[in-house]
Nanobody
């Protein structure tokens, strides 16, 4: 059993910052990738940031404002969000591709954390 637990969402004014954290726990043999997706009301879920094999990918809409980082010893991924805009308002979901012991890789999702950017 694998669990992803997120924290760090909340309400922030435009121009402000938030830091999201996501810790993976349970039966983990290896983690191939960790990242963040978001889903705004009435919109499809979209990739925000992904870290895999030493490479990182950021959506064009967040480049220069968001940073993704990982602490592999803690199986944790972070999303530092600066210069937040109202259009960043969404539910943010942690994602991880994990291989449990003696099993194939699978995709796992956190429960989601709400980020609201509003004055």
């Amino acid at each position: 059993q694998v669990h992803l637990v997120e924290s760090g969402g909340g309400l922030v004014q435009p121009g402000g910052s938030l830091r999201l954290s996501c810790a993976a726990s349970g039966s983990i043999s290896s983690i191939t990738a960790m990242g963040w997706y978001r889903q705004a009301p009435g919109k499809q879920r979209e990739l925000v940031a992904l870290s895999t094999g030493g490479f990182t990918h950021l959506a064009d809409s967040v480049k220069g404002r968001f940073t993704i980082s990982r602490d592999n010893a803690k199986n944790t991924v972070y999303l530092q969000m600066n210069s937040l805009k109202p259009e960043d308002t969404a539910d943010y979901y942690c994602y991880a591709r994990i291989r449990p012991p003696s099993l194939v890789e699978n995709d796992y999702w956190g429960q989601g954390t709400q980020v609201t950017v509003s004055s």
